[in-house]
């Protein structure tokens, strides 16, 4: 089955950084509504949809809006701007990159920083850092400030492309699990018990949004959906790949928030393995999801998690294979409408 192409360019291209994801959370909304039972919005701005099933247990999926962005905090005399780091970047890719200004209107923007050709011989060694980059609008500071402020957030401006059996494009993390959702939520028949689809904030600082609606709505159960590393590529060797793209959806393990629980694994796997599905097991050595969070509910939940293989992650041109995704959909599908076989028993 294709997947929907449109729809996840759309999420993608939509601006959401961590505490202002209210255009993401807008579409999600509009998106959602019609496949859901009920729906609203919780304080912190996450988004919890409820689609009733056979019995009161709660199982709760959570996939976050949010995407790694900046936030201005400085504007120089000479119209360049500085800013604060919204989540985890590596330096070398703000090199020569577009960003957006979401102040008193939309601001495009470069990324800039000294110029190799007047660096000397041991800042060439040096590898960058994010304080040696600033904002550039091309405009002098009186035109700057009739439209940025400091405190304004930044995001990066690159579209999604098709390449392959693949998808490339800035914040798949973790606008592919959006999509998984949403797309689960569509063709799902009455799930095994009531099911909350809930779409999270301020997940890259700090897994803020799931740790406040998990404790709100105390699940039972819960399954993180989010990206993990594919890096299998030239330099890796086959123990540093965590996933690879085409091998199928991961089903996690491990990562640095969670250990997930060998129950709900070894009933993923089974479910996978019943639907026909491709999959992976996954271990990620650094990095954590609101798996984490939703393990943590008030009582304690029993968790697993679907995971994306992606590569260039947190970068513009991040990227999955559109078979694992259409993977991931069917997994969190069979899961939930069938939860009502998972053995509880140790």
């Not at 007047?118 to 609008?137: A, G, L, V």
Request: proline share 5%.
């Amino acid at each position: 089955m294709p997947l929907a192409i449109d729809l996840l360019s759309e999420l993608c291209s939509l601006p959401g950084a961590p505490g202002r994801e209210e255009p993401i959370r807008r579409r999600v909304i509009e998106e959602v509504r019609p496949w859901v039972d009920d729906l609203y919005v919780d304080n912190m701005g996450n988004v919890v949809a409820l689609k009733k099933g056979k019995t009161r247990k709660k199982v709760m999926a959570a996939a976050h809006m949010d995407e790694i962005a900046f936030m201005v905090t400085h504007i120089g005399s000479n119209g360049y701007a500085r800013f604060h780091t919204l989540g985890g970047f590596d330096p070398k890719t703000l090199t020569a990159q577009r960003v957006i200004v979401h102040g008193k209107r939309e601001m495009m923007g470069v990324m800039g920083s000294k110029p190799i050709h007047i660096m000397s011989p041991e800042d060439r060694k040096k590898p960058p850092q994010i304080k040696d980059y600033f904002i550039d609008f091309g405009l002098p500071y009186e035109e700057v400030i009739k439209w940025v402020s400091v405190g304004d957030v930044v995001t990066r401006d690159r579209d999604l492309i098709v390449l392959g059996d693949c998808v490339s494009s800035k914040s798949l993390d973790n606008r592919i699990s959006v999509f998984i959702l949403i797309e689960a939520l569509k063709t799902m028949t009455t799930p095994a018990h009531d099911f909350y689809a809930v779409f999270t904030v301020q997940e890259e600082v700090g897994l803020r949004g799931a740790t406040a609606v998990t404790r709100a709505l105390n699940p039972d159960i819960g399954i993180g959906l989010d990206t993990t590393i594919a890096n299998d590529t030239p330099s890796a060797k086959a123990h540093e790949m965590v996933t690879s793209l085409g091998k199928g959806a991961a089903i996690k393990i491990y990562d640095s928030s969670v250990v997930t629980d060998i129950r709900m694994v070894r009933f993923m796997e089974k479910m996978a393995e019943e639907a026909g599905i491709i999959f992976q097991r996954e271990i990620l050595p650094r990095g954590g999801t609101d798996t984490g969070a939703l393990q943590r509910s008030g009582d304690g939940a029993i968790v697993g998690c679907i995971s994306v293989p992606t590569r260039h992650i947190h970068s513009v041109v991040e990227m999955v294979h559109q078979e694992d995704v259409q993977g991931c959909i069917t997994l969190l599908k069979a899961c939930v409408e069938r939860m009502d076989e998972f053995q509880e028993e140790w």
